[in-house]
């Protein structure tokens, strides 16, 4: 079992900036796929983005975040980051944090279903 647990999410002005937390617990963290998706209201999950910490640390991110969110990953702290900077309205939304096991091939990391363990949620609000 992995636990997860997010913080960080909060109330902000359009073009600010946040920074999620989710640390890990339960299993060894180096080993998971760490994402972020999100969800707002009447739409379904969707993927954020994704970190690992074999095969160089790559990272992932949605088109609609890409320049704007930088996922990181301290793998001593069992700590997985979101820093989103130059936050919109559409931004808004409850942001969950997720893992999943290393043996996720790459393309997979994208959705939803590839992850077991999931948190349970911190609200980002972007006001106009």
């Known amino acids: 079992q992995v636990q997860l647990v997010e913080s960080g999410g909060g109330l902000v002005q359009a073009g600010g900036s946040l920074r999620l937390s989710c640390a890990a617990s339960?299993?060894?963290?180096?080993?998971?796929?760490m994402g972020w998706f999100r969800q707002a209201p009447g739409k379904e999950r969707e993927f954020v983005a994704a970190?690992?910490?074999?095969?160089?640390?790559?990272?992932y991110y949605a088109d609609s975040v890409k320049g704007r969110f930088t996922i990181s990953r301290d793998n001593a702290k069992n700590t997985v980051y979101l820093q989103m900077n130059s936050l919109k309205p559409e931004d808004t939304a409850v942001y969950y944090c997720?893992?999943?096991?290393?043996?996720?091939?790459?393309?997979?990391?994208?959705?939803?279903?590839?992850?077991?363990?999931w948190g349970q949620g911190t609200q980002v609000t972007v006001s106009s």
């Open positions: 997720a893992a999943a096991f290393r043996t996720t091939i790459t393309p997979m990391l994208y959705r939803a279903g590839s992850y077991g363990y």
């Open positions: 970190a690992i910490s074999w095969s160089g640390g790559n990272t």
């Open positions: 339960g299993r060894t963290f180096s080993n998971y796929a």
